[in-house]
């Protein structure tokens, strides 16, 4: 895991080996926000928003005051943020 740090200091490398990381792992492993917000496109800030005031976001648990979100209820989120065309040819 890539260390910790203030999201502004990952350069683009490091976001891309973090969303590679989520991609790769099993459905079930879990991943601090930082891991989360690369592999969706947002900021861990945006997540936190998230959390505090959308009902309907993303699935996440608390362990010992940390935050974690599991791969499965990323990709779930992203199948709910999906849109079909409902314009007609």
Not at 6 to 30: F, G, I
Not at 32 to 52: D, F, I, N, V, W
Not at 54 to 80: A, E, P
Request: hydrophobic share 25%.
């Amino acid at each position: 895991m890539i260390q910790r740090k203030q999201w502004s200091q990952y350069n683009d490398e490091e976001k891309a080996l973090m969303k590679k990381d989520v991609m790769e792992a099993h459905e079930d492993t879990p991943f601090p926000p930082e891991y989360a917000a690369s592999y969706l496109g947002k900021s861990p800030s945006t997540l936190q928003h998230m959390r505090c005031h959308q009902s309907d976001g993303i699935t996440y648990s608390k362990i010992g005051g940390h935050v974690i979100y599991r791969r499965k209820y990323l990709d779930k989120y992203l199948d709910k943020c999906e849109k079909s065309c409902t314009a007609s040819d």
